[in-house]
């Protein structure tokens, strides 16, 4: 649910308390559920299987707040395009405001070669190059306003998810 730069804010809070082994592989591994948008006749079945710990979060709090706030919710459009919008501009405004962007970019784009059993290393880099170049090529403004989701709420997600994923990746390491 959440787009690629809010799961890798996540990654990088995550990344500040937990050692990382191989930073690479972890952030691209961050974005890589969702190369499985790459695959044809992908179904919500399908997504449901690469999609973990920050969808799940996202979807119950962020998505269903979203959800209550909309003024017709039988009106699937217009539901879809304002979601769209909002994740869409808050995206672009952590690309364009978060100082480790440059530097996380770079490693992603060294970051090749990675799959797993349910994503192909072919799936896996597309989605990275798309990422990458989504940011370049598009016309979004990151001081724009959006209307049912906002950036404060964003930030306070990334903060809280990264805290629940640390205490998780800690519990694993001892």
Same mark, same amino acid.
């Given at each position: 649910?959440?787009?690629?730069? %809010? @799961?890798?804010?996540?990654? *990088?809070?995550?990344?500040?308390?937990?050692?990382?082994?191989?930073?690479?592989?972890?952030? $691209?591994?961050?974005?890589?559920?969702?190369?499985?948008?790459?695959?044809?006749?992908?179904?919500?079945?399908?997504?449901? $299987?690469? @999609?973990? %710990?920050?969808?799940?979060?996202?979807? @119950?709090?962020?998505?269903?707040?979203?959800?209550? &706030?909309?003024?017709?919710?039988?009106?699937?459009? #217009?539901?879809?395009?304002?979601?769209?919008?909002?994740?869409? @501009?808050?995206?672009? /405004?952590?690309?364009?405001? &978060?100082?480790?962007?440059?530097?996380?970019?770079?490693?992603?784009?060294?970051?090749?070669?990675?799959?797993?059993? #349910?994503?192909?290393?072919? !799936?896996?880099?597309?989605?990275? !190059?798309?990422?990458? /170049?989504?940011?370049?090529?598009?016309? *979004?403004?990151?001081?724009?306003?959006?209307?049912?989701?906002?950036? !404060?709420?964003?930030?306070?997600?990334?903060?809280?998810?990264? !805290? #629940? $994923?640390?205490?998780?990746?800690?519990?694993?390491?001892?």
């Amino acid at each position: 649910m959440p787009l690629p730069m %809010i @799961h890798l804010a996540v990654a *990088r809070e995550v990344q500040k308390n937990v050692k990382i082994w191989n930073l690479q592989a972890f952030l $691209v591994g961050n974005i890589a559920p969702d190369a499985i948008h790459m695959r044809e006749n992908t179904t919500l079945k399908d997504k449901s $299987v690469t @999609h973990l %710990i920050t969808d799940y979060i996202w979807f @119950h709090t962020i998505f269903r707040r979203f959800e209550k &706030s909309m003024p017709d919710r039988d009106d699937e459009d #217009f539901i879809r395009a304002a979601y769209y919008y909002d994740t869409d @501009h808050l995206d672009t /405004k952590l690309y364009y405001w &978060s100082d480790w962007t440059p530097s996380v970019m770079q490693i992603l784009s060294r970051g090749r070669g990675f799959s797993n059993r #349910f994503l192909s290393e072919a !799936e896996i880099d597309e989605w990275t !190059e798309r990422t990458l /170049k989504w940011f370049s090529d598009n016309d *979004r403004n990151p001081d724009d306003e959006t209307k049912y989701i906002f950036y !404060e709420d964003v930030q306070s997600f990334i903060q809280s998810t990264s !805290e #629940f $994923v640390t205490n998780v990746l800690a519990d694993w390491q001892t």
